[in-house]
Protein backbone atom coordinates (compact mmCIF):
# COMPACT_ATOMS: atom_id res chain seq x y z
CA UNK A 1 0.00 0.00 0.00
CA UNK A 2 1.36 3.74 -0.31
CA UNK A 3 -1.18 5.59 1.66
CA UNK A 4 0.01 9.27 1.02
CA UNK A 5 -1.06 12.62 3.67
CA UNK A 6 -4.13 14.03 2.88
CA UNK A 7 -4.10 18.46 2.09
CA UNK A 8 -6.55 19.95 4.39
CA UNK A 9 -8.58 22.99 3.90
CA UNK A 10 -6.49 25.57 3.47
CA UNK A 11 -3.26 24.42 1.48
CA UNK A 12 -3.41 26.40 -1.76
CA UNK A 13 -3.21 23.31 -3.89
CA UNK A 14 -6.97 22.93 -3.50
CA UNK A 15 -7.99 25.91 -4.16
CA UNK A 16 -5.51 26.02 -7.69
CA UNK A 17 -6.91 24.14 -11.22
CA UNK A 18 -4.70 21.14 -11.68
CA UNK A 19 -2.77 20.95 -15.10
CA UNK A 20 -3.78 18.09 -17.71
CA UNK A 21 -1.79 15.16 -18.17
CA UNK A 22 0.35 14.91 -20.64
CA UNK A 23 2.89 11.90 -19.88
CA UNK A 24 1.29 8.74 -19.66
CA UNK A 25 3.68 6.79 -17.56
CA UNK A 26 4.90 4.71 -14.64
CA UNK A 27 4.80 8.18 -12.73
CA UNK A 28 1.01 8.11 -13.11
CA UNK A 29 0.44 4.71 -12.66
CA UNK A 30 1.74 5.25 -9.38
CA UNK A 31 -0.32 8.45 -8.68
CA UNK A 32 -3.72 6.47 -9.38
CA UNK A 33 -2.35 3.57 -6.94
CA UNK A 34 -1.63 6.36 -4.46
CA UNK A 35 -4.58 7.56 -4.68
CA UNK A 36 -6.82 4.37 -4.43
CA UNK A 37 -4.60 3.15 -1.32
CA UNK A 38 -5.30 6.91 0.31
CA UNK A 39 -8.67 6.86 -0.42
CA UNK A 40 -9.40 3.52 0.71
CA UNK A 41 -7.53 3.49 4.05
CA UNK A 42 -9.55 6.94 4.69
CA UNK A 43 -13.00 5.69 3.93
CA UNK A 44 -13.84 7.73 0.84
CA UNK A 45 -15.46 7.10 -2.58
CA UNK A 46 -13.39 9.55 -4.44
CA UNK A 47 -9.93 11.17 -4.26
CA UNK A 48 -8.61 13.82 -6.79
CA UNK A 49 -4.57 14.26 -7.04
CA UNK A 50 -4.68 17.65 -5.54
CA UNK A 51 -5.72 16.03 -2.10
CA UNK A 52 -2.37 14.29 -2.32
CA UNK A 53 -0.49 17.54 -3.15
CA UNK A 54 0.00 16.57 -6.85
CA UNK A 55 -1.30 19.46 -9.39
CA UNK A 56 -2.52 17.28 -11.91
CA UNK A 57 -5.95 16.41 -13.30
CA UNK A 58 -6.65 13.12 -12.02
CA UNK A 59 -9.14 11.18 -9.95
CA UNK A 60 -9.93 7.54 -8.19
CA UNK A 61 -13.24 6.66 -7.21
CA UNK A 62 -14.86 3.22 -5.54
CA UNK A 63 -18.47 3.49 -4.53
CA UNK A 64 -19.23 0.16 -4.03
CA UNK A 65 -21.24 -0.45 -7.10
CA UNK A 66 -18.11 1.22 -9.61
CA UNK A 67 -14.58 1.88 -9.20
CA UNK A 68 -11.83 3.55 -11.48
CA UNK A 69 -10.29 6.26 -12.47
CA UNK A 70 -10.14 9.38 -14.80
CA UNK A 71 -7.59 11.14 -16.05
CA UNK A 72 -8.51 14.41 -17.93
CA UNK A 73 -11.61 14.03 -17.09
CA UNK A 74 -14.71 16.15 -18.26
CA UNK A 75 -18.75 15.58 -17.55
CA UNK A 76 -21.58 16.79 -19.11
CA UNK A 77 -24.74 17.16 -17.52
CA UNK A 78 -27.66 14.88 -18.76
CA UNK A 79 -31.42 16.32 -17.86
CA UNK A 80 -32.12 18.86 -15.62
CA UNK A 81 -32.86 16.41 -12.72
CA UNK A 82 -31.32 17.49 -9.71
CA UNK A 83 -29.63 15.54 -5.88
CA UNK A 84 -29.84 16.79 -2.88
CA UNK A 85 -27.82 14.93 0.09
CA UNK A 86 -25.15 14.75 2.13
CA UNK A 87 -21.42 15.24 0.49
CA UNK A 88 -18.51 15.46 2.61
CA UNK A 89 -15.09 15.70 1.79
CA UNK A 90 -11.74 14.26 3.06
CA UNK A 91 -9.83 17.29 2.95
CA UNK A 92 -12.18 18.73 5.52
CA UNK A 93 -12.89 16.27 8.26
CA UNK A 94 -15.66 16.47 10.08
CA UNK A 95 -17.64 18.64 7.89
CA UNK A 96 -20.47 17.15 5.84
CA UNK A 97 -24.08 19.12 4.69
CA UNK A 98 -26.51 18.25 1.91
CA UNK A 99 -25.28 19.40 -1.40
CA UNK A 100 -27.49 20.09 -4.89
CA UNK A 101 -25.22 18.40 -7.61
CA UNK A 102 -27.05 17.02 -10.83
CA UNK A 103 -28.48 13.89 -10.47
CA UNK A 104 -27.52 12.42 -13.74
CA UNK A 105 -23.75 12.99 -15.72
CA UNK A 106 -21.84 11.54 -18.84
CA UNK A 107 -18.04 11.68 -18.26
CA UNK A 108 -15.07 11.20 -20.25
CA UNK A 109 -11.21 11.21 -20.41
CA UNK A 110 -8.55 8.65 -20.10
CA UNK A 111 -7.12 6.23 -18.21
CA UNK A 112 -3.40 6.10 -17.04
CA UNK A 113 -3.09 4.46 -20.24
CA UNK A 114 -4.12 6.86 -22.48
CA UNK A 115 -7.13 4.99 -23.58
CA UNK A 116 -10.69 6.86 -23.58
CA UNK A 117 -13.05 6.20 -20.81
CA UNK A 118 -16.40 7.31 -20.96
CA UNK A 119 -19.57 6.55 -19.07
CA UNK A 120 -22.83 7.84 -17.58
CA UNK A 121 -23.53 7.96 -13.99
CA UNK A 122 -26.52 8.67 -11.76
CA UNK A 123 -26.63 8.97 -8.33
CA UNK A 124 -23.84 8.66 -6.18
CA UNK A 125 -21.32 8.35 -8.90
CA UNK A 126 -22.39 11.52 -10.17
CA UNK A 127 -22.26 13.40 -7.20
CA UNK A 128 -18.48 11.81 -7.13
CA UNK A 129 -17.59 12.66 -10.84
CA UNK A 130 -18.81 16.16 -9.93
CA UNK A 131 -16.98 16.30 -6.36
CA UNK A 132 -13.80 14.87 -7.76
CA UNK A 133 -13.93 16.93 -11.18
CA UNK A 134 -14.56 20.19 -8.97
CA UNK A 135 -11.39 19.64 -6.91
CA UNK A 136 -9.24 19.63 -10.53
CA UNK A 137 -10.75 23.08 -10.85
CA UNK A 138 -9.91 24.65 -7.33
CA UNK A 139 -13.41 24.37 -5.85
CA UNK A 140 -14.85 22.49 -2.62
CA UNK A 141 -18.07 20.92 -1.95
CA UNK A 142 -18.42 24.34 0.83
CA UNK A 143 -18.34 26.15 -2.19
CA UNK A 144 -21.69 24.46 -3.39
CA UNK A 145 -23.53 25.06 -0.47
CA UNK A 146 -26.65 27.61 0.28
CA UNK A 147 -25.45 30.54 1.79
CA UNK A 148 -26.78 29.44 5.86
CA UNK A 149 -24.74 25.88 5.21
CA UNK A 150 -21.90 27.13 3.89
CA UNK A 151 -21.40 29.81 6.96
CA UNK A 152 -22.27 27.16 9.44
CA UNK A 153 -19.52 24.77 7.57
CA UNK A 154 -16.99 27.54 7.24
CA UNK A 155 -17.76 27.96 11.67
CA UNK A 156 -17.09 24.00 12.38
CA UNK A 157 -13.64 24.52 10.10
CA UNK A 158 -12.73 27.74 12.15
CA UNK A 159 -13.80 25.94 15.38
CA UNK A 160 -12.10 22.60 14.19
CA UNK A 161 -8.79 21.50 16.53
CA UNK A 162 -7.24 20.89 12.68
CA UNK A 163 -7.85 24.31 11.38
CA UNK A 164 -7.29 26.16 14.72
CA UNK A 165 -3.80 24.34 15.32
CA UNK A 166 -2.88 25.80 11.46
CA UNK A 167 -2.35 22.00 10.14
CA UNK A 168 -2.91 21.68 6.58
CA UNK A 169 -1.55 18.16 5.89
CA UNK A 170 -2.41 15.33 7.59
CA UNK A 171 -1.02 11.35 7.90
CA UNK A 172 -3.47 8.99 7.06
CA UNK A 173 -6.54 9.21 9.37
CA UNK A 174 -4.55 11.59 12.21
CA UNK A 175 -7.36 13.51 12.52
CA UNK A 176 -10.53 11.79 14.11
CA UNK A 177 -12.71 9.67 12.41
CA UNK A 178 -14.36 10.89 9.19
CA UNK A 179 -17.91 11.30 9.33
CA UNK A 180 -20.85 9.29 7.72
CA UNK A 181 -21.74 9.48 3.99
CA UNK A 182 -20.16 10.48 0.69
CA UNK A 183 -16.55 11.61 0.84
CA UNK A 184 -16.18 10.07 4.05
CA UNK A 185 -18.05 6.68 4.85
CA UNK A 186 -15.98 6.59 8.07
CA UNK A 187 -14.85 2.46 8.88
Known sequence: MTIQPVRLF???ILRARAAEVTEFDR???????????TMHD???VGMAAPQIGVGLRVFVYDTGDAAGHVVNPTYEVLGDEEQVGPEGC???PGVRYDTRRALRV????VDMDGAPVEFEADGLLARCVQHETDHLDGVLFIDRLEPASRKAAMRTIRESDWFTAGITVRSSRAIGPQTAGPFGRGR
Do not use: F, K, Y
Open 42 to 44: DGG
Open 106 to 109: RASG
Open 27 to 37: ELRQLVTDLTD
Open 90 to 92: LSI
Open 10 to 12: GDP
